[in-house]
């Protein structure tokens, strides 16, 4: 039948590898090879390193369809890893949200919600413009060259992650320190994991503290919840992790993008009151969280092919954002453009939960560093700039950068 659907995409041979990496001297674009793929194909069979037969989804209407089916689930458990071949994935810790289906997933995120309102992070502005100005204060008086990302971009969502969950003032400075050494120190896994070790059972004590005498932040709300202690635990160090990484690289990595496009920069600079769009835009255009998994639950006819029940579709949120079909000219940062829209946050019950707070951090943060620094750049070659090449979040481990004295 001329319409029926295929199980590989029409003219291809072998089941397409997932291309990774940056091509040299592009560290903003995807590798050029999944636009490639997007040309010939949105949908094409993919090859997993442990011998599994997928997908792998670049197109953009194709990439928010599978992240709005339920037919396909977010359980770890029953993907396979595009990257390498580690084995069986566990399933998710207790709390972590986005390895999880409904009604499991749907019980969390109704708790949470209300948390997350656009008028909740509202109020949370102007603690982003103390922090912001404390930072940026500290930086004027040391004078540079220093690493934006241990100066600026990484303390800044810790301090906000601690307002809203209620760590203690006492405790922001250790909190802090595990936090920096989670962002700086990612490429050691044994510094990372004992940091995160420690933070998982500092927020024990914490969930504990908060039941016994609750307080008015996220935790303590929370302890009048159904949620048990691990629960309520798992889920104060997953919203660190997934609030911190993100949006401490997209201050950097956001960065760095403007001083290597300073037209876009000067037009920033000029129209602070560009800062909503602005950072639509380059989350658009950076797309940190580049990679992610479904698995079909069953059956799923999509683009005139069957996806088979326990195949694993892998979906390049970088390359769809970079869709030409959707986004005109998408290879170059345009911050006037208008990119509602875009899959930077996700979509579907998976979306960002806390993309409102990432908003507001970024557009407070980016916009008031580079009016407090006009003649802010680089302080090495931008080729020396340590990319996150290898992580889930990309990004940069460090960001030197200088400005002339008043």
Same mark, same amino acid.
């Not at 039948?1 to 072998?14: D, F, Q």
């Not at 599994?52 to 989804?57: D, F, K, P, V, Y």
């Given at each position: 039948?001329?319409?029926?659907?295929?199980?590989?995409?029409?003219?291809?041979?072998?089941p397409a590898g997932l291309p990774?990496?940056?091509?040299?001297?592009?560290?903003?674009?995807?590798?050029?090879?999944?636009?490639?793929?997007?040309?010939?194909?949105?949908?094409?069979?993919?090859?997993?390193?442990?011998?599994?037969?997928?997908?792998?989804?670049?197109?953009?209407?194709?990439?928010?369809?599978?992240?709005?089916?339920?037919?396909?689930?977010?359980?770890?458990?029953?993907?396979?890893?595009?990257?390498?071949?580690?084995?069986p994935i566990p399933p998710a810790?207790?709390?972590?949200?986005?390895?999880?289906?409904?009604?499991?997933?749907?019980?969390?995120?109704?708790?949470?919600?209300?948390?997350?309102?656009?008028?909740?992070?509202?109020?949370?502005?102007?603690?982003?413009?103390?922090?912001?100005?404390?930072?940026?204060?500290?930086?004027?008086?040391?004078?540079?060259?220093?690493? /934006?990302?241990? !100066?600026?971009?990484?303390?800044?969502? $810790? &301090?906000?992650?601690? @307002? *809203?969950? =209620?760590?203690?003032?006492?405790?922001?400075?250790?909190?802090?320190?595990?936090?920096?050494?989670?962002?700086?120190?990612?490429?050691?896994?044994?510094?990372?994991?004992?940091?995160?070790?420690?933070?998982?059972?500092?927020?024990?004590?914490?969930?504990?503290?908060?039941?016994?005498?609750?307080?008015?932040?996220?935790?303590?709300?929370?302890?009048?919840?159904?949620?048990?202690?691990?629960?309520?635990?798992?889920?104060?160090?997953?919203?660190?992790?997934?609030?911190?990484?993100?949006?401490?690289?997209?201050?950097?990595?956001?960065?760095?993008?403007?001083?290597?496009?300073?037209?876009?920069?000067?037009?920033?600079?000029?129209?602070?009151?560009?800062?909503?769009?602005?950072?639509?835009?380059?989350?658009?255009? /950076?797309?940190? !969280?580049?990679?992610?998994?479904?698995? $079909? &639950?069953?059956?799923? @006819? *999509?683009? =005139?092919?069957?996806?088979?029940?326990?195949?694993?579709?892998?979906?390049?949120?970088?390359?769809?954002?970079?869709?030409?079909?959707?986004?005109?000219?998408?290879?170059?940062?345009?911050?006037?453009?208008?990119?509602?829209?875009?899959?930077?946050?996700?979509?579907?019950?998976?979306?960002?939960?806390?993309?409102?707070?990432?908003?507001?951090?970024?557009?407070?943060?980016?916009?008031?560093?580079?009016?407090?620094?006009?003649?802010?750049?680089?302080?090495?070659?931008?080729?020396?700039?340590?990319?996150?090449?290898?992580?889930?979040?990309?990004?940069?481990?460090?960001?030197?950068?200088?400005?002339?004295?008043?």
């Open positions: 039948m001329e319409n029926e659907p295929t199980t590989c995409p029409a003219g291809s041979g072998e990774t990496g940056r091509d040299a001297g592009c560290p903003f674009d995807p590798t050029a090879g999944l636009g490639e793929l997007r040309e010939q194909d949105p949908l094409v069979q993919m090859r997993y390193p442990d011998g599994h037969l997928g997908w792998l989804a670049t197109g953009y209407a194709t990439v928010r369809s599978i992240f709005a089916d339920p037919r396909f689930s977010s359980r770890y458990e029953k993907m396979h890893y595009p990257f390498a071949d580690l084995g810790p207790v709390g972590d949200m986005t390895g999880i289906d409904a009604p499991e997933h749907t019980r969390f995120r109704k708790l949470l919600i209300s948390r997350f309102t656009v008028r909740r992070m509202r109020e949370l502005t102007t603690r982003a413009e103390e922090i912001t100005t404390d930072y940026l204060d500290a930086m004027e008086r040391g004078g540079g060259p220093v690493d /934006l990302v241990e !100066a600026f971009a990484q303390p800044i969502p $810790a &301090l906000m992650i601690c @307002e *809203l969950l =209620g760590v203690p003032s006492a405790d922001r400075d250790k909190f802090q320190r595990w936090a920096n050494i989670m962002i700086t120190q990612s490429t050691d896994q044994e510094a990372a994991g004992a940091a995160m070790a420690a933070l998982g059972a500092y927020m024990s004590d914490l969930v504990a503290e908060k039941r016994a005498n609750p307080t008015d932040d996220m935790l303590g709300d929370l302890t009048a919840s159904d949620l048990s202690h691990d629960e309520l635990t798992g889920l104060g160090a997953f919203l660190l992790g997934a609030g911190l990484e993100t949006t401490a690289n997209m201050i950097a990595l956001g960065t760095f993008a403007l001083l290597n496009n300073p037209d876009q920069l000067a037009l920033l600079r000029a129209d602070p009151d560009l800062a909503p769009q602005a950072v639509e835009e380059l989350m658009r255009y /950076l797309t940190i !969280a580049h990679t992610t998994m479904k698995s $079909a &639950l069953e059956d799923v @006819e *999509l683009d =005139g092919k069957v996806i088979r029940a326990g195949e694993t579709v892998t979906m390049s949120i970088e390359a769809a954002n970079r869709d030409p079909l959707r986004f005109p000219d998408p290879d170059v940062l345009t911050l006037d453009r208008k990119a509602t829209g875009h899959l930077g946050f996700g979509h579907g019950i998976h979306q960002c939960l806390g993309q409102q707070l990432a908003r507001v951090e970024m557009q407070v943060a980016i916009p008031a560093l580079i009016a407090r620094f006009p003649s802010l750049r680089l302080a090495a070659p931008a080729d020396d700039v340590p990319l996150r090449t290898g992580a889930s979040i990309y990004g940069v481990h460090s960001l030197p950068v200088t400005w002339d004295e008043a």
